[in-house]
């Protein structure tokens, strides 16, 4: 991934923050949100690209190691909704 520009990031995990619960919760580019508003997400995300781009577009899917694969699996749906179709998965253990 040469363009950072090109890459929308969601976050999957437990909160650093521990006042704002211990569940699984997702940031879209560092806001919390729901699964629900992933395609609003990806329509302002390709709105800010140009038609090139927004070809090019890959969301990178960050998730703790502790994270559900059914939360995984309703993201991935959402962005399939949404026409995002090049993914890149991550996963971070609980120390980092």
Known sequence: LEKKSLVSYINIGPPMDTRLGTGTQMQLNDRFALVTE?????AQERASMSEVDQQLMTVSIKADEDTRMQYITDVKQALRQAYALKISYSARSGEN
Do not use: K
Request: glycine share 0%; charged share 20%.
């Open 38 to 42: 992933i395609q609003d997400y990806i």
